[in-house]
């Protein structure tokens, strides 16, 4: 674990990725991941670079360097889960095992897919995770205790397929009826588990990857051809691309479709992993707040935070994830209204300096935030310079930046954005410690 501020910053600028052949990264993440010989071999996409920058009077080092592949899939199988916005498992990956030592505990205050949260866990650090979208929890919790696969199966079993119920909107557009009727007798029985307190760990898988079958582009999905389920248009735009495409909702086996997902998901999970998860799960904490104030979250308790807050009204969340929140039944418009996002920079600068005023008190002394943002309106705004003072403000140490640079953007360029043209092209973390 590094313990002063400047070894982190040679870190930073010395750091060269390498692959199979280079020797402790690529063993490391193979142990973790279960993937023979870690990551493929792979060149430096350019040197590092490091440019200074004036951040509250000071010099700050920001550091161009290529920290994680830019090859897609190369995390643990268990964040294979859509949410919008969300980062690589390498990115808190590489700060914990650099910052943290086992059993520490690790923050995520913008919650989302739970990618720092899984990551230590597997890890073996102690996670605590807070979002404003409730449905964050439900696609979180269930991987810190992954049941097995004869489980879920026999479970899958037990569930009456037949006893379907009106769903309440109109989704004749994504789904065959005999699918939404199978839909719809799944999310009945997941209710009332739920309602007569018998809700399980293998009800809570199963209803997270439900959450996450429900719309997508291949047959791995309950619905016909459509956007991704982190990204699901409306009635009206299905119907235009039912049209436009001559298609018609097929019948989809649910149960089969759930237990497939289960099967890749779970297939880098080994005995020593679920092990660490069962104690991240009992040690750790999952909750729905904001993240400005993290209830039950004590002063001076978290070593380190890797997290990434939504940027300047970029996504809507609530509406990207209706259809989720329909079959989990949440409000979406709730939802919608909790999880506006500021359009003007000085509100979310605002915002985001309460935030850092909370990272603040609960971090403990030499602790360290990551704090991961990127550059939006078409590359003009670089959101690094935005979020570094407001650190400094807040009583925090700005250490460094580290840019990141990869050839995609966060957006899919399947879905009509050009690669490194629109949405965050950049992974730009400001690097604060909590002075000694």
């Not at 230590?120 to 929890?137: E, I, Q, T």
């Not at 670089?382 to 250490?399: Q, S």
Request: charged share 30%.
């Amino acid at each position: 674990m590094i313990a002063r501020a400047e070894t982190m910053v040679d870190v930073l600028r010395s750091f060269e990725l390498r692959g199979a052949a280079g020797g402790a990264r690529a063993g490391e993440q193979g142990e973790l991941w279960g993937e023979p010989g870690g990551f493929p071999v792979e060149k430096k996409v350019a040197p590092s670079r490091t440019e200074t920058i004036e951040v509250a009077g000071r010099p700050i080092p920001r550091i161009h360097n290529e920290l994680w592949t830019a090859r897609q899939r190369q995390g643990h199988s268990l964040h294979e889960i859509s949410y919008r916005a969300c980062f690589k498992a390498e990115l808190p990956a590489f700060f914990i095992e650099r910052l943290t030592a086992k059993g520490d505990r690790v923050l995520d205050p913008f919650l989302g897919r739970g990618t720092t949260t899984i990551e230590a866990g597997l890890r073996g650090r102690v996670p605590v995770g807070s979002d404003l979208n409730p449905l964050c929890p439900l696609l979180v919790e269930p991987r810190l205790a992954p049941p097995r696969l004869p489980e879920i199966e026999e479970r899958l079993a037990e569930i009456p397929w037949g006893k379907g119920e009106d769903a309440g909107i109109d989704l004749s557009m994504f789904y065959h009826p005999e699918t939404l009727a199978k839909i719809t007798a799944l999310r009945r029985y997941l209710r009332e588990r739920r309602e007569a307190g018998r809700e399980d760990s293998i009800d809570r898988w199963i209803r997270l990857v439900a959450i996450n079958r429900l719309s997508g582009h291949s047959r791995g999905f309950f619905s016909v051809y459509t956007m991704p389920p982190n990204q699901a248009v409306g009635p009206e735009k299905q119907r235009e691309l039912n049209a436009r495409r001559g298609q018609e909702p097929p019948a989809r086996d649910v149960a089969e479709l759930v237990l497939r997902k289960s099967k890749s998901l779970l297939r880098s999970l080994r005995e020593e992993q679920r092990a660490r998860l069962r104690v991240a799960h009992a040690r750790g904490t999952i909750t729905e707040g904001p993240a400005d104030r993290l209830a039950g979250v004590a002063e001076g308790s978290v070593a380190l935070t890797v997290t990434s807050p939504p940027f300047v009204d970029v996504v809507d969340y609530a509406r990207d994830n209706w259809l989720r929140c329909w079959f989990a039944e949440i409000d979406a418009e709730g939802v919608r209204e909790r999880l506006t996002t500021p359009r003007k920079l000085d509100d979310w600068a605002g915002a985001m300096g309460a935030v850092l005023r909370e990272l603040y008190r609960v971090t403990r002394i030499g602790g360290w935030v990551a704090f991961e943002v990127g550059e939006v309106r078409g590359g003009k705004l670089p959101l690094d310079e935005i979020v570094a003072p407001l650190g400094v403000e807040a009583g925090l140490d700005c250490v460094a930046i580290a840019v990141h640079t990869q050839e995609f953007t966060k957006t899919a360029n399947c879905w009509g954005v050009a690669n490194n043209s629109k949405g965050t092209n950049t992974n730009r973390v400001v690097l604060f410690r909590r002075r000694l």
